[in-house]
């Protein structure tokens, strides 16, 4: 028979523990303490999985994590892989579920969490998310009755999580199946995860001139600083009229010759140069930055392949010019939500478009 759940709780509580503990040989530094954004992936995972649950932090080394303000689980064990992690932070959670994920798995959320609550009952042990390349035993909810068998293969020298699933009753939930994006499960083990992680989300606001792109740009920016995302934007000039100050020193020193030629100063430098640069030799660049921005938006290139906001606005241009598999939405003051394939926004509802932004790409 199946556990009957109290309707004000729909699902049990569930502790949130977090395996911190590993070597990071591959990556050659310590993983948690990557910098992602403005926050290590640690702080991130934290951050984001507090909302479902007292957070413990699994670490195999004193005097580490102390300062995040969670608890900190020290390894009994050395060196035995993640096993040991999910072993003590069941004995100390003070729930019987316990969401487990590893600390370089930065895009886990908590609305996947509780995608994973909607699947206990009694009939299982353990709650593994699968998807179409493999089974992720780091992402997924256990049950403090399997201690005895962990703490068993512990005895025997058995380290693999995939002997504890085989031993236990295991639900395999399939990710295929819900609304997640595959990203969310990204693990970063070496250098070139890592920085493939931190490049930018990008999309373009696109329209024909005076639809209002650079108004709803400024305003998405402000949106997602507010969110604590950091923003940068590249507007491409259709027209070739890209000049400096005319009469400036800078274009003075240009115009005699000057390939490139900069100013700077203590608030921030400008590069005037002949050299010519796609949107993706540039975003590349800014990728590989110390600090990349956490999103890029591209001002225009409606027929570029990058995912897009539309604005169509009446007495303008009336009809949608872009590629409908790049769309985000479309902000519009007159179009019918029934008559286009993707979300329709007035051009005023800016908050809507950001968190239509957000959704899209899942941050």
């Not at 709650?127 to 005895?155: F, G, S, T, W």
């Not at 995302?229 to 020193?253: M, Y």
């Not at 008559?339 to 899209?360: K, N, Q, T, W």
Request: hydrophobic content about 40%; some cysteine; proline content about 5%.
């Amino acid at each position: 028979m199946k556990e009957l759940l109290s309707p004000k709780t729909a699902f049990p509580p569930v502790t949130v523990g977090i395996l911190a503990g590993g070597r990071s040989r591959r990556m050659g530094e310590d993983k948690a303490g990557l910098i992602l954004g403005k926050e290590t992936i640690l702080e991130r995972l934290c951050r984001e999985l507090s909302g479902a649950g007292e957070v413990l932090i699994s670490s195999g080394k004193k005097g580490l994590y102390e300062d995040l303000g969670f608890r900190v689980i020290l390894d009994e064990n050395r060196d035995i892989g993640p096993i040991e992690g999910i072993r003590r932070i069941l004995a100390e959670a003070s729930d019987d579920y316990v969401f487990v994920c590893a600390a370089d798995m930065p895009f886990v959320t908590k609305e996947l969490v509780s995608y994973l609550e909607e699947f206990i009952s009694s009939d299982y042990d353990c709650y593994v998310i699968r998807d179409e390349k493999r089974v992720h035993p780091l992402c997924a909810i256990y049950h403090r009755r399997i201690l005895p068998v962990l703490e068993e293969l512990v005895r025997e020298g058995k380290y693999r999580l995939m002997e504890v699933l085989l031993r236990v009753r295991t639900k395999y939930v399939s990710l295929e199946l819900s609304c997640f994006d595959p990203r969310i499960l990204r693990n970063l083990n070496t250098k070139e995860d890592f920085m493939e992680a931190r490049k930018p989300f990008v999309f373009c606001v696109s329209g024909y001139s005076d639809s209002g792109k650079t108004w709803l740009i400024e305003k998405l920016i402000n949106e997602f600083i507010r969110e604590g995302f950091s923003a940068a934007v590249l507007k491409h000039d259709g027209h070739g009229t890209l000049r400096d100050h005319p009469g400036s020193d800078t274009d003075r020193l240009f115009r005699a010759g000057a390939d490139p030629a900069a100013c700077f100063s203590e608030e921030g430098f400008l590069l005037h140069s002949r050299r010519r640069l796609s949107a993706e030799e540039i975003l590349g660049e800014l990728s590989r930055s110390k600090a990349p921005p956490d999103v890029v938006i591209l001002e225009g290139m409606k027929h570029s392949p990058y995912p897009k906001v539309e604005i169509i606005r009446k007495g303008i241009f009336e009809e949608s010019v872009c590629d409908s598999n790049t769309l985000i939405c479309i902000a519009s003051d007159f179009l019918s939500p029934d008559h286009a394939s993707c979300p329709v926004y007035a051009p005023e509802d800016v908050r809507g478009i950001f968190l239509c932004i957000r959704s899209y790409f899942h941050i």
